[in-house]
């Protein structure tokens, strides 16, 4: 539910890339499409450390919400 109850994670849902790929500054504003199976499509915003002004949307998908996602470049 958008209204709760929440409960803050130690590590993010999705982590930033390894060194060198498109997502390994930081990846943000995650918006999510539960399928009725639980399974989740995730879209995010991402930028790399080699083009820093560049922001990009990734996708990932994850058998629940709780990971672990497997993603592709944009």
């Known amino acids: 539910s958008p209204y709760g109850p929440w409960t803050r994670r130690p590590r993010p849902v999705l982590e930033p890339g390894p ?3 498109w997502d390994d500054l930081f990846t943000t504003n995650p918006t999510p499409h539960v ?3 639980g399974s989740v499509l995730l ?5 790399s ?26």
């Open 19 to 21: 060194r060198g790929a």
């Open 35 to 37: 399928f009725r199976n």
């Open 43 to 47: 879209l995010y915003k991402a930028r």
């Open 49 to 74: 450390l080699e083009h820093q002004s560049l922001m990009r949307t990734g996708v990932a998908f994850a058998s629940t919400w709780q990971g672990p996602y497997r993603w592709k470049a944009p």
